[in-house]
């Protein structure tokens, strides 16, 4: 565990030592300060008297949006610049399990979304001062942002591990994401009988719930479930060189 | 090479099958936290009452369009909290465009449409609601529903009427959305045999003897009375509820320390509902805007008790001063809460008891006030209580608030407080690092 951790600080180091993640980081923010800013705008114009239902649903539906955009860019660097560099083959050579390099690398990129995620709440702490609210549904659609995070990091590592192209790594990420967004997205276009399937494997639909301000177990486990089997093939996928006798 | 593989791909398979499995069992064994303020996702305490009550299988049968998920997404998600609840509804959704035959048999021709049925009874939802669902399961699966007359021509609040401040359509909508069948009845001279629940709802002028001879007469043979009368209630309507042993105090209840922002203090919130009637009581909290307290008598027959009671900071300006005044109590003269303000009466009767509801305030139904507080709790649980022998007495589903206007108001200021604090100095802050570090690198 303690070599996971260094793993993390020093690919956080690496990170934030460039301007990339900074740039991400500053592009989440804009645009989910857009967003906000935004969607505040029409719902106090239009949007009704409940706020849960006029507000913070669309206010996390578009931040899933953001964060569908920056997160594979976060996370396309994390192994296949390593690989490209030449510098995965030197890791391997120090004692770290393959376990603990991908749990370090997966831990640095979730502690760089928490960190702008954490940071989009300046927005509402400021509506707040200005109009006090109810927090609650805050709680489960960050807690639904986290989670959705957690998801798209394991499914954006595991592109990572195969590839040492960083932009078809990120592509890849792109692919899977949104194919499991768009594919229910027209009902109409698929089967009677494959809709219920598609639904219940859909990761977006899976993060409605968080939107609406609640948490269900279901959500919650089927999101960890997406990340734990992404991380699995991205274990495989590090230890696939022994086939190779690397 | 192919033996590493096929065993790549058993572990791919071994690890999909035992992460399916986890979700399979949360599936079967959910559990949700509404963080919502209104607990938008959590039944209300009546529909489950409802729920566990049901003795049969409930199908609920829903139509959507394919091209408004959204929407679909809330109807479904709704209706996954009763068959979560209950395990006797069973719920089924489909496309209306792909399944014209299944509509058909069932005669929906629109999309969002549920069509709940239980054995041989069906019921149409055009809105899918909380209320609207609890309320068809409840004519299918519950009890018979109840005819229920609102007796008109007295200046009394009108079930057709959709004026917000006299009209009393929501409270008509509410009932029948608990099998209360409303009709209007012009005069209560003749009351319809099919009655099972006639209901007096604040008449400003008097009613003839004979409105009021059929109306004790209804109740003396069995009948179900629900009576809404204001301060200064006509005198023939307090000589009616004389007979069955409540006198009106012609009084107006002032709770001016209990009182809501934005009220003026003379409403009286109902504190308290008689347990030994209602038992397992919801908190209703009721706000009666301009109520009378109310005393029991001795009446030949009649069985009285109180009903409600307001909290005991309220009190009765006996003189009804208070609207012209700034209300001050006098000792000696006023009266301290807490105040009865309802009362139920049970009337032996040779064909089964009469039952006789009385409360001191009538405004409380209408389109204006009903869906404050808890005033549709008790329009309800007292309908319950006097119509129907086993009463049903939970806290409904909370109205919602109309309108598209938000109830949150942004000065231009503060739309540029939170433009610039959330949207441009965060982003702009660390895009202006990125691009030191860009410049330092180039420069190193």
């Not at chain 1, 279901?218 to 093939?233: G, K, M, N, P, S």
């Not at chain 2, 409600?308 to 001050?328: E, L």
Request: charged share 20%; glycine share 8%; hydrophobic share 50%.
């Amino acid at each position: 565990m303690t070599k996971a951790v260094l793993v993390c600080r020093r690919e956080l180091t690496a990170m934030c030592g460039g301007p990339l993640a900074w740039v991400l980081g500053g592009v989440f923010l804009l645009l989910t300060g857009y967003f906000f800013y935004s969607d505040l705008a029409l719902f106090v114009l239009v949007g009704g008297a409940n706020q849960t239902r006029g507000l913070w649903r669309f206010v996390f539906l578009d931040f899933r949006l953001v964060a569908l955009l920056v997160l594979p860019l976060v996370t396309m660097r994390l192994f296949a610049e390593e690989r490209k560099l030449g510098t995965l083959e030197l890791l391997w050579t120090y004692p770290v399990r393959d376990g603990e390099l991908l749990a370090g690398k997966f831990l640095a990129a979730l502690v760089l979304y928490t960190v702008f995620l954490a940071a989009t709440v300046i927005g509402p702490c400021i509506l707040y001062r200005l109009h006090p609210f109810a927090v609650t549904p805050l709680v489960a659609g960050y807690a639904g942002m986290a989670l959705l995070g957690v998801a798209f990091i394991a499914c954006g590592t595991a592109a990572s591990t195969i590839t040492e192209n960083q932009v078809v790594a990120a592509l890849l990420t792109y692919a899977v994401l949104v194919f499991s967004w768009f594919a229910t997205w027209n009902e109409a276009a698929i089967g009677e009988r494959l809709a219920p399937a598609l639904l219940q494997l859909s990761l977006f639909d899976h993060f409605y719930g968080f939107a609406q301000g609640v948490i269900d177990s279901r959500d919650v486990v089927y999101l960890l479930a997406f990340a734990a089997f992404f991380l699995f093939l991205a274990l495989r996928s590090l230890g696939a060189r022994s086939w190779r006798g690397i | 090479m192919r033996r590493p593989a096929v065993l790549l791909g058993a572990q791919v398979a071994a690890v999909a099958a035992i992460l399916s499995c986890l979700i399979a069992l949360a599936t079967l064994h959910p559990h949700r936290l509404d963080f919502t303020p209104d607990r938008h996702f959590t039944l209300s305490s009546y529909t489950r009452e409802i729920l566990g009550r049901l003795g049969d299988d409930v199908r609920i049968t829903l139509f959507y369009s394919s091209q408004a998920g959204p929407v679909r997404r809330d109807m479904t998600d709704l209706l996954a909290l009763y068959s979560d609840a209950q395990p006797r509804v069973h719920v089924r959704a489909y496309d209306l465009d792909r399944s014209p035959g299944i509509a058909k048999r069932l005669g929906v021709s629109a999309y969002n449409t549920a069509v709940v049925e239980a054995g041989e009874r069906r019921e149409q939802v055009d809105l899918v609601t909380e209320e609207a669902v609890t309320g068809a399961i409840l004519a299918v699966a519950g009890t018979p529903p109840v005819t229920t007359y609102f007796v008109v021509g007295h200046g009394e609040h009108d079930p057709r009427d959709d004026g917000e401040r006299t009209g009393a359509s929501d409270a008509a909508r509410a009932l029948a959305a608990e099998g209360f069948r409303v009709q209007a009845l012009e005069g209560a001279a003749a009351v319809p045999p099919d009655a099972g629940l006639v209901v007096l709802a604040g008449p400003t002028r008097d009613l003839r003897p004979a409105e009021v001879d059929a109306l004790a007469a209804g109740v003396a043979a069995g009948g179900k009375l629900l009576v809404l009368a204001d301060p200064g209630t006509p005198r023939s309507v307090r000589d009616l509820v004389r007979r069955f042993g409540v006198e009106l105090a012609d009084d107006l209840v002032v709770d001016e320390r209990g009182r809501l922002f934005g009220t003026d203090g003379l409403s009286a919130r109902v504190a308290y509902l008689n347990e030994a009637l209602i038992a397992d009581a919801p908190d209703v909290h009721a706000l009666l805007p301009e109520a009378q307290s109310m005393r029991l008598v001795d009446a030949a027959g009649p069985n009285a008790d109180y009903l409600a009671m307001t909290a005991d900071t309220s009190w009765a300006d006996v003189d009804r001063r208070a609207p012209d005044t700034a209300p001050a109590f006098r000792p000696g003269r006023d009266r301290h809460g807490p105040l009865p303000v309802a009362a139920f009466v049970r009337v032996p009767g040779a064909h089964g008891d009469g039952r006789v509801v009385v409360i001191g305030d009538s405004d409380f139904i209408t389109n204006l006030h009903l869906n404050v507080l808890g005033n549709r709790d008790l329009l309800l649980t007292t309908a319950e209580l006097v119509a129907r022998a086993d009463a049903l007495a939970a806290a409904r589903p909370a109205g919602q608030p109309g309108g598209t206007f938000s109830a949150l108001t942004l000065t231009a200021r503060d739309a540029r407080a939170i433009f610039w604090g959330a949207v441009v100095v965060p982003s702009a802050t660390l895009l202006l690092v990125a691009l030191t570090l860009a410049r330092r690198r180039r420069f190193a």
